[in-house]
């Protein structure tokens, strides 16, 4: 195993220059993952897009990747796996229309999976008028217990009390109500349409008896479970692990030209390796741990700064660690996504290939691998 870099070895800025001497690089190694030819005039039946592949609630710099988000484009229609930041507009540069949506399915509710959900929300209503959009939102709902202060911690904060752990369903419904001022002008002095006509939301119920308590085991072992299905998809959820987010969802695709799995957030997992088993694509999570130590800062460490590191390095997968599942799932092809951070050196990601020696796909936005294809080498 390689050695993480010290946290000294980087000061603030070196990881944007890093990556981008390293953008040759990606480029030439794995552009090749997405192959569409020039003179193609039909799209693939099932293609892979990933709109943005960059994690966390920050910003890295002018140069970064977009904020998560994944679509599975089957004949045409999408389904949407997050919605992380700037990703409306990264949607519509992979010509993914309104009215063309689907599905979206929320991994879980960590602000860097849902910030760009208003937009997709609100935008375009007309165009969805004239499309005819039914957009089904389908995700976790309410936690229903707030988790414990991390060890050392002392301000027990508890924000919106009338409901601190809301789902899915309450997410959009606090959305569009936030948003009415606005709406009500729009109806009522320009005729645009009632937006809440486009879409509905929906919590995913974990199956009776899985969980006994989201404190303690907010992941326990299960088996995947049927969330989705119509002409074109039939998609599966299983619970993974993600410090005490809970619920926290893994979702696998299964369509006519192969199948995705998408790991969302998550430390490594017993369920999210059932769940990928002999999969074509998986699409996994991965976290540098050279970073951690940057950006939480020099040791000794106060309850705040442990409480970040904890949640960073037991919460998440570091590239070998992800490779290993990857082995163990049998899956055909690994890509990495939601980067954290989102401008590291290739070469960190790429240890990836020491655990998998299946192709490894280091993710950019915008990035499309059909389904059905020959796996990228």
């Known amino acids: 195993m390689d050695k993480p870099r010290k946290a000294g070895a980087c000061r603030p800025g070196d990881w944007r220059r890093l990556g981008a001497a390293a953008a040759a690089l990606t480029l030439a190694a794995f552009w090749s993952a997405a192959p569409r030819a020039a003179a193609a005039t039909e799209p693939p039946p099932a293609e892979l897009v990933l709109v943005g592949v960059a994690g966390g609630p920050t910003w890295y710099g002018e140069d970064s990747p977009h904020g998560i988000s994944s679509a599975l484009v089957v004949d045409g229609q999408a389904y949407i796996v997050d919605v992380g930041s700037g990703v409306y507009r990264q949607l519509r540069r992979a010509g993914v229309k309104p009215g063309t949506e689907q599905a979206v399915f929320l991994t879980h509710l960590h602000t860097d999976h849902i910030i760009d959900l208003a937009n997709l929300l609100a935008y375009d209503p007309s165009a969805r008028r004239r499309a005819r959009a039914s957009m089904q939102i389908i995700g976790p709902g309410p936690r229903g217990v707030l988790p414990p202060l991390a060890p050392g911690m002392k301000d027990d904060v508890v924000i919106h009390a009338e409901n601190p752990s809301p789902g899915t369903h309450d997410l959009v419904a606090s959305i569009v109500a936030g948003m009415a001022a606005d709406l009500n002008i729009r109806v009522r002095s320009e005729g645009v349409p009632d937006i809440r006509q486009f879409f509905q939301a929906h919590d995913i119920v974990v199956p009776a008896g899985v969980v006994k308590d989201p404190n303690t085991d907010p992941a326990p072992p299960m088996e995947p479970f049927a969330v989705w299905q ?24 299964d369509t006519a030209a192969g199948s995705v799995v998408f790991s969302g957030d998550t430390a490594v997992s017993d369920n999210l390796v059932k769940l990928a088993r002999g999969a074509d694509i998986l699409v996994h999570e991965a976290i540098d741990p050279a970073w951690v130590d940057h950006i939480v800062g020099a040791k000794p460490w106060d309850a705040r700064q442990q409480a970040l590191a904890t949640q960073l390095l037991h919460a998440h997968a570091t590239p070998l660690e992800v490779g290993d ?34 192709p490894v796909v280091l993710g950019q936005d915008l990035m499309r691998l059909p389904l059905g294809a020959p796996p990228p080498r």
């Open 325 to 358: 599942v990857a082995t163990r799932a049998g899956v055909k092809t690994l890509v990495l996504s939601h980067l954290v951070p989102g401008d590291a050196p290739a070469e960190h990601w790429l240890q990836a290939r020491q655990t998998f020696k299946g």
């Open 230 to 253: 119509d002409t074109r998809v039939k998609v599966s959820a299983i619970l993974v692990p993600h410090g005490l987010v809970y619920p926290n969802f893994a979702y696998r695709f």
